[in-house]
């Protein structure tokens, strides 16, 4: 059966400071992976998708994640955060979501 | 073009009423797919259905079943209302049902059981 871990429950990183959110999954092929955002009030968001091919994917709002197959992970990661950024963050493998990431950013 | 509808946004029952909730994908998706957000268990997969048939079910009890039309709308209905059953009730289209095409999601149905 597919899982997907989120190992951070909550995050704080200062505005300005680099991310990378973590995400592990459990998968019996080449998987379909998924970053969502989902900011208060809001629905869900795709940030970014892998299917097959380059295993560094660009997503929207400056954020990338890589697929690494060896370690069952696809991490997501931005460079500098910016305030707008505090959301929920959900790694998905086809329609298995993992339990999310709440991202605080401070001043 | 409009992205997916849910209705109603905001619904508040007592235990042991039935509710359906309503989805519209966006134009020409044929897939939609129910989730469950509640903040214990986060994001759970209800159900999917294409072309008026349920393809995929969630560990979910029965109280809990679907429906979709021959315009693709769907809809949800939960029997029997436990306070449990509280949660944001998320809708997601897409065109096909494969799992390489991306997922529109909808605002979400907020159902309270009071």
């Known amino acids: 059966a597919q899982s997907v871990t989120q190992p951070d429950i909550h995050i704080t990183v200062s505005e300005g400071a680099s991310l990378e959110l973590r995400c592990n999954y459990s998968?019996?092929?080449?998987?379909?992976l998924f970053w969502y955002v989902q900011s208060p009030g809001q629905g869900l968001q795709l940030l970014l998708k892998y299917f097959s091919g380059d295993t560094l994917v660009q997503g929207i709002k400056g954020f990338e994640a890589e697929f690494k197959r060896s370690q069952s992970s696809f991490n997501l990661r931005k460079p500098s955060v910016h305030w707008s950024d505090a959301a929920e963050y959900f790694c998905a493998v086809e329609v298995t979501f993992g339990t999310g990431t709440k991202l605080q950013v401070i001043p | 073009k409009a992205g997916v509808t849910q209705t109603p946004r905001y619904l508040i029952k007592t235990r042991g009423q039935q509710v359906t909730l309503s989805c519209s994908p966006i134009s020409g998706h044929r897939s939609v797919s129910w989730y469950q957000q509640t903040p214990g268990q986060g994001l759970q997969f209800l159900f999917e259905y294409f072309s008026e048939t349920q393809r995929n079910k969630g560990n979910f009890p029965g109280r809990f079943s679907g429906r979709q039309f021959s315009n693709s709308r769907s809809e949800m209905n939960v029997s029997t209302l436990e306070l449990g059953d509280s949660a944001l009730y998320l809708c997601?289209?897409?065109?096909?049902?494969?799992?390489?095409?991306?997922?529109?999601f909808g605002q979400g149905t907020r159902l309270t059981v009071v």
């Open positions: 998968y019996g092929a080449t998987p379909y």
């Open positions: 997601a289209s897409s065109l096909v049902i494969e799992g390489n095409t991306e997922a529109f």
